[in-house]
């Protein structure tokens, strides 16, 4: 094709997936206890060493791509003579797109000559991989880089978000959670159920008590939310941090109740930056529904 389709690292397939799907990805940072590392899928650190610091109390630090990273990023593929659809983290949990941004604006004029479209995805985790493999979907069949962008724009919204968290000790430091709460939630098994807004957001909608209870809670959302209901045909992800016996728990759920799914449940790892700030014992359900409103 004469232009690439790119995304963040946080996007959180795998580096596999992205190679078959011909999707190129930048990469955020982080750090562990002080030492810095690429969030390059778990790659340069396996996601289950990653968790299993973070549960022995490891402290973890995220930074998103710098302005001169996108410049040397995006600059390898308008050399070729590529034009550039790139999208960034939801900007409701970074500010990468601001970087981004500034970069394609220095180095459009550069290359006027060149398209470089940076959107913001208002998604995260694998609902950003499932937005980012429609587009490719919709490249395959011969889309211009210009349907993209519209394509994209307009539907957006329509990827549905729902996580439930465990252990509310991440929470907790992220501010998400006061403390006092943190503390009471956690003696009676609280389980929040979050998911992305309209804004891109992480918005705590719901909490409930016990396991069973959240994950009943999150697979009744897909069931009132997802395109034609039960009848829903499209892709499901989910993504968890270090907990797969419970995302394997609502994939069963969910491949029980949608039997016209677009094959099974795909299950794959929170990366390095988002579970810097979940922490282990999420699961997060991304599918195509309703447009988010609020």
Known sequence: MSYILSCCSTADLTAEHFKKRDISYVCFHFSVDGKDYPDDLGISYPFSDFY???????????SQVSVGEYITYFEKFLIE??????????????GTLNSATIARDQLKEKYPDRKIYVVDSLAASAG?????????????????IDDLYEW???HR???????FVSDLTYLVRGGRVSKVAGVIGGALKICPLLN????????????????????????AQMEQ???????????????HSDCYNEARQVADMIESKFVNLKGKVKIVS???????????????LFFWGSKRVD
């Open 128 to 144: 950003f991989g499932l937005l980012m493999n429609k587009l490719a979907d919709l490249r395959d069949e011969g889309k211009s």
């Open 196 to 219: 992305v807004d309209y804004q891109g957001r992480l918005i705590v909608r719901s909490k409930h008590r016990g396991l069973n209870a959240v994950m009943k809670a999150q697979v």
């Open 270 to 284: 929170i990366g390095t930056t988002i579970g810097s700030h979940t922490g282990p014992g999420t699961v997060a």
């Open 152 to 154: 994209v724009i307009k």
């Open 81 to 94: 003579g590529k034009d550039i659809l790139h999208l960034t983290l939801s900007s409701g949990i970074s």
């Open 157 to 163: 919204l329509e990827c549905q978000h729902w996580f």
């Open 225 to 239: 939310l997802a395109a034609d209901g039960l009848n829903y045909s499209g892709e499901c992800y989910i993504s």
């Open 52 to 62: 299993a610091a973070m549960a022995k109390g490891a402290m973890t630090k995220t």
